[in-house]
């Protein structure tokens, strides 16, 4: 790819994706596995409350890590169920 | 400078922008925090 195309990312892509439908149990090390797998992760906020359960705000350091991991993410499966993965807005 | 190097100084000015580390604060501001918790990094974790 070119280098300018490279330079040219999509408005949307960031280095924060918000991840839905993750089990509920899913602990520190599961979380740090599955992501940390596209990039060094700046922070993971995860739900805690009865309406932000299962959900998770992933931080990369790099963009490009996170445009990655959100491309591999996108309808995985963890434990039965498909992860919803975006960008946060 | 040909219109071309300019446009890549543009994009990648705009990348480093986007790219940049983000601190603590600026994470709390774009982030929520009610409902939600910091996830501390295990032990075992040692990115590159």
């Known amino acids: 790819m070119a280098l300018a195309e490279q330079l040219r990312l999509p408005p949307e892509v960031n280095q924060i994706i918000y991840v839905r439908n993750l089990p509920l149990k899913i602990t520190p090390e599961q979380l740090f596995e599955i992501f940390g797998k596209y990039g060094p992760i700046r922070q993971i906020r995860r739900g805690v409350a009865s309406d932000t359960k299962g959900s998770a705000f992933v931080a990369y350091e790099d963009i490009f890590d996170a445009k990655n991991a959100l491309d591999h993410l996108k309808g995985l499966q963890v434990a039965g169920k498909y992860l919803s993965v975006n960008y946060l807005q | ?48």
């Open chain 2, 1 to 48: 400078i040909t219109p071309k190097n300019l446009q890549m100084l543009r994009l990648s000015k705009e990348l480093q922008e986007r790219n940049r580390h983000l601190t603590d604060t600026e994470l709390d501001e774009i982030l929520p925090s009610d409902g939600y918790e910091i996830v501390k990094p295990p032990e075992s974790y040692k990115p590159q």
